[in-house]
């Protein structure tokens, strides 16, 4: 079965902190895509990264930074030196590498950054 | 970057009504639209995946007949909630499927229903 796990349902950080966003999937695909997507407030959706199953280098931008660990199924996102702007709902999700038909989005964590 | 636009972009209807939302990929053809539900707090749900010339493909537990998809054109899907009520309040959400280089799907900016 294909499921996205986000087990943090809500963080509160003070800004400046440094968080982690936890994503565990499932799937009987060898081969697909991981990704992050931001929802502020408005509701659109805001890329963040796609990561395929073949690269498991971790990658960083700036203040974020992706670890993939296809050992342990996991795609965990860290924000280092949270910022009030960070605050938003973010989901991590899956699709197969080479059909892209569904999106599989875990539940989203809505991330509370404080001033 | 890719953008995939919605219209309206928040409709309040009264119950009964039937509402048409708009999908466009502005700067590239998708011969493959999907449409998304979210309600408050919760995670996207597929609906169904539009297929430009053929029909729509529905998710188990989703009525075809309350939600019927449109896809004519390589730009455009639509998605009519037909006979709206309060329930079907949510967030809508479309992507387009981009085949050309980039392969991947953009996501448009959504649709809030409200129905009285």
């Known amino acids: 079965a294909q499921k996205v796990t986000q087990a943090q349902t809500e963080i509160s950080v003070v800004e400046k902190e440094d968080v982690t966003l936890d994503c565990v999937y499932e799937t009987r695909d060898t081969t697909y895509y991981l990704f992050w997507y931001k929802q502020p407030p408005s509701g659109e959706l805001v890329f963040l990264i796609r990561r395929n199953s073949f690269d498991e280098q971790n990658e960083i931008s700036g203040r974020y930074s992706w670890n993939f660990q296809k050992s342990t199924s996991s795609f965990n996102f860290t924000i280092t030196a949270s910022q009030v702007v960070d605050s938003a709902v973010y989901f991590c999700?899956?699709?197969?590498?080479?059909?892209?038909?569904?999106?599989?989005f875990g539940s989203g964590t809505k991330l509370n950054v404080k001033p | 970057g890719a953008v995939v636009s919605q219209h309206p972009s928040r409709v309040i209807c009264k119950s009964g009504t039937s509402v048409k939302i708009e999908c466009r990929s502005l700067?590239?053809?998708?011969?493959?639209m999907f449409w998304y539900r979210q309600f408050p707090k919760q995670s996207l749900m597929l609906m169904a995946t539009s297929n430009e010339g053929s029909k729509a493909t529905y998710e188990q537990g989703v009525e075809k007949d309350k939600f019927l998809i449109n896809h004519a054109s390589l730009t455009l899907s639509t998605l009519t909630v037909t006979s709206a009520h309060p329930e079907d309040s949510s967030f809508y959400i479309c992507s387009a499927r981009d085949l050309s280089g980039r392969k991947t799907q953009y996501f448009g900016p959504g649709t809030r229903l409200l129905v009285l």
């Open positions: 999700a899956l699709s197969g590498l080479y059909n892209f038909n569904k999106f599989y």
């Open positions: 700067d590239f053809q998708a011969t493959t």
